[in-house]
């Protein structure tokens, strides 16, 4: 299983949306450098008010860019960034991959997926009913999050727009994915 990386984003201040960068270096143990959530523990705002010591799952946030297409069929104008992320791509079912999958990130770098971006108010405060969008349900009735995947960086390297994505999925049984 493979993709592509479309757009890479970072912002070292606290905002909802990242701008687009011509690259990113991401730092291991630590996350993208200079972003504002890069750190060994949570830089989640709501986080580190509840315990600032935990570990920081949060890391680097990947979305799939099949996310923006499916919201612009509903009337949703979203580019990358905007929603937050670190890493978008795109070929990949990210919100299937089970925990634990490394993800191969242009030549050097690898992440390791933690869980799922819980969606927060902000998505409505970006865009009008976008919430709704970005949650659904799944085939029995179950709510399923659809904006992204959370990772921590195992090995660092300098990640850009065309880069390859290699999936290599944990040994089995698999977990699914819960929110981080």
């Not at 606290?14 to 200079?34: D, H, I, M, Q």
């Not at 799939?64 to 929603?83: I, P």
Request: aromatic share 4%.
């Amino acid at each position: 299983m493979s993709g592509t990386i479309t757009a890479v984003s970072s912002n070292g201040t606290y905002s909802f949306s990242k701008p687009n960068r011509e690259s990113v270096t991401l730092v291991a143990g630590l996350g993208v450098e200079g972003d504002v959530h890069a750190g060994a523990t949570v830089r989640h705002r709501f986080r580190m008010a509840k315990d600032p010591a935990q570990p920081n799952l949060r890391q680097v946030h990947l979305m799939h860019e099949e996310l923006f297409d499916e919201v612009r069929a509903a009337g949703f104008e979203v580019a990358a960034g905007q929603l937050g992320e670190n890493v978008t791509t795109r070929g990949i079912d990210l919100l299937n991959l089970p925990t634990g999958t490394r993800l191969h990130l242009g030549d050097e770098a690898v992440v390791e997926v933690t869980g799922l971006r819980n969606p927060c108010a902000q998505i409505d405060g970006f865009r009008k009913g976008l919430m709704k969008q970005v949650v659904g349900r799944d085939a029995g009735g179950a709510v399923r999050f659809k904006s992204g995947i959370m990772s921590v960086v195992l090995t660092g390297g300098v990640v850009r727009p065309g880069d390859p994505v290699r999936v290599e999925l944990p040994d089995g049984p698999h977990t699914p994915l819960t929110i981080v």
